[in-house]
């Protein structure tokens, strides 16, 4: 099952330098990330987790090290090819959702189908077909800022696997979530990751979710030891 | 399309405002160009339509808007002597005072050949125009103003002079032209000898150019235009005069909408900015936050002028009520050409705000 990776980190670091001060948000981190698990990196705030999310994504550079996506080295993938990338093959959910308010969920959804080139109607049959199976095609019609926390984390997971995309990054998906909530939306992913065979990567620092990760990344300081579940 | 006008409908009032604003710009700016085209026909028509081939002035003098020529009737005696001159229209024009009980107003007194017609009222519109000494033709929005009706009576000076017909294409905007006869107007300047220009007509198949090299070695003392050139040289005048004023007012009514529509989508952009960035992050192709500018620009330009095109008509018959002097004239090319130019304009507000989106980072999002 594990053939060709979907992410490699080659000993990764990124250095952030702010008021003349320089602070190492990851360190030398090699990692691969397969299709079809869902690997959890945990860490307390400020460890580096969504500096390695973006790095996964090519939103920032990595300072030292390679990044190899899609069997690519990132550095050599345009802007252009990037914003593609992100579009077609990465999904994102965020700890604050970001749905966009002035839209209803179904445009929601149907705003990144469109980054994604698919037809109108054949995206449309897409975003009803997805918030249905996840149990939320009622709320199709309305805005983000009537939903419940819950179900705007669902909607948030909707739009990010619209797309069918290899890989699918969420930072903090249960943070801002009850418990039960936050498991429902935790095994969602996980089941995602297992029937649709694709990378999930979760960064948390909740340990009640270690449970449902294939693989969990301890990281502190920028680095990580693994532990394999 | 549908992103813009849901960004925009989020904010309904914000929007309402928005629109309210550059409504009245594009109002301002269609009102303007109207009177423009109003003053500018207005201004010329009797000059356009009085059939005649060649204006005799006093020397140095171009136009008759804001020229003063006086010339001798002695002049129209030799003119007549020239072989290719059909004939010679003496036409004087004075500023005077026109009262009507206890109104009191300034016209463009026009005393012309009643026997010949030329250089008299361009267009009736009521009544007829005049056949004896003690009529007079008013301009219509000048008899409008001042509740001036066909039989009525109207002094000048010391003689009382009955209206006898309405014209149109005499309102110059700041005055207007009345008719009168010759006699009359030189009764009341009260020097029978003089004259502001003479109108001639050529003979049919002499040349025109011939014509007026002839007057200029035989009447010394004037100019000589022909009816294309005088017609120009006052177009000219009026445009220098007046032009000027109504394209700054027009330029600041643009330089308004402009401010206040990169305003709204500047506003919407920083409120918004969460928004973009998480497009950014989600794939949003080059083009795509630029596009939803540009068409907010767009559909409130296109709403705006929809509305400022209803308000325009409503307010141009209000001003025209009140002041019937202020003469509009629309047509649907200044209409198109102001759409043009609000769209335009519009571009630019979406350019201006744009420079905002560079500014967006993805990671804005986890902020």
Same mark, same amino acid.
């Given at each position: 099952m594990k053939n060709v990776p979907v992410v490699q980190l080659c000993d990764v670091s990124k250095l952030y330098l702010t008021d003349g001060h320089t602070t190492q948000? /990851?360190?030398?981190i090699s990692l691969s990330f397969y299709s079809g698990e869902l690997i959890l990196v945990l860490?307390?705030?400020?460890?580096g987790k969504t500096t390695m999310l973006n790095i996964i994504a090519g939103l920032i550079e990595p300072t030292a090290g390679n990044v190899i996506i899609f069997e690519k080295m990132?550095?050599?993938?345009?802007d252009i090819e990037r914003q593609k990338i992100r579009a077609k093959y990465i999904g994102f959910i965020f700890q604050t959702f970001?749905?966009?308010?002035?839209? &209803?969920v179904l445009e929601n959804i149907l705003l990144v189908l469109q980054f994604t080139g698919t037809a109108p109607r054949e995206a449309r049959m897409r975003a009803l077909e997805i918030l249905n199976q996840l149990n939320?095609?009622?709320?199709? &019609? @309305?805005?983000?800022?009537?939903?419940s926390q819950g179900e705007k984390q669902r909607v948030a997971i909707a739009r990010a696997i619209a797309n069918d995309g290899m890989l699918l990054l969420a930072d903090?998906?249960?943070?801002?979530?009850e418990s039960i909530q936050g498991f429902q939306i935790i095994e969602l992913l996980h089941l995602f990751a297992k029937e649709k065979n694709k990378c999930v990567v979760v960064a948390s620092?909740? &340990? @009640?979710? /270690?449970?449902?990760?294939?693989r969990v990344l301890r990281l502190t300081d920028g680095e990580y030891f693994k532990e394999d579940l | 399309m549908k992103y813009a006008f849901r960004f925009l409908m989020h904010q309904p009032f914000r929007l309402f405002i928005t629109i309210g604003g550059t409504t009245l710009c594009v109002v301002l700016m269609l009102f303007l160009f109207s009177i423009y085209r109003g003053v500018a026909d207005g201004s010329v028509e009797y000059i356009r339509k009085s059939n005649t081939d060649l204006w005799v002035l006093q020397?140095? %003098?171009?136009?008759?808007l804001r020229g003063t020529s006086i010339l001798s009737t002695a002049h129209g005696t030799v003119l007549e002597t %020239? #072989?290719?001159?059909?004939s010679v229209s003496p036409v004087l024009f004075i500023l005077s005072t026109i009262k009507k009980e206890d109104m009191s107003a300034t016209a463009f007194l026009t005393g012309f050949d009643m026997k010949r017609?030329?250089?008299? #009222? #361009?267009?009736?519109?009521k009544g007829r125009s005049?056949?004896?000494?003690?009529e007079i033709v008013l301009d219509k929005s000048f008899a409008l103003k001042y509740n001036c009706k066909l039989g009525e009576r109207v002094v000048i000076q010391d003689d009382t002079l009955r209206i006898v017909g309405l014209s149109e294409g005499t309102n110059a905007f700041v005055i207007q032209y009345a008719f009168v006869s010759l006699h009359r107007a030189h009764t009341i300047i009260?020097?029978?000898?003089? %004259?502001?220009c003479f109108l001639i007509k050529v003979k049919q198949g002499k040349s025109i150019a011939e014509t007026i090299s002839t007057i200029r070695e035989e009447v010394p003392g004037t100019d000589v235009y022909d009816h294309a050139t005088f017609l120009q040289n006052n177009i000219k005048e009026m445009e220098s005069g007046f032009l000027p004023l109504l394209y700054t007012i027009a330029a600041i009514g643009g330089v308004v909408l402009t401010i206040i529509l990169t305003l709204l989508l500047t506003i919407n952009i920083i409120e918004r900015r969460k928004d973009f960035a998480a497009m950014k992050i989600l794939?949003? #192709?080059?083009?795509f936050l630029p596009g939803i500018i540009t068409w907010q620009a767009m559909l409130i330009i296109i709403v705006s002028f929809i509305i400022a095109l209803v308000l325009f008509f409503i307010m141009v018959e209000i001003v025209e009520a009140i002041s019937p002097e202020i003469s509009t004239k629309t047509s649907l090319t200044q209409i198109g050409l102001t759409f043009i130019l609000a769209t335009i304009l519009g571009f630019l507000s979406a350019l201006f705000s744009m420079r905002r989106l560079r500014h967006i980072y993805p990671l804005e999002v986890y902020q």
């Open positions: 948000a /990851v360190r030398n860490g307390p705030s400020g460890s990132l550095g050599q993938y345009s970001m749905l966009i308010d002035a839209l &209803t939320i095609g009622h709320l199709s &019609t @309305r805005y983000p800022g009537l939903l903090e998906p249960t943070a801002s979530l620092h909740d &340990t @009640r979710i /270690v449970q449902f990760a294939d | 020397r140095n %003098v171009t136009n008759i %020239v #072989p290719q001159i059909e017609g030329i250089g008299g #009222p #361009p267009c009736i519109t005049i056949t004896a000494d003690d009260g020097y029978p000898g003089l %004259v502001s794939g949003a #192709p080059h083009g």
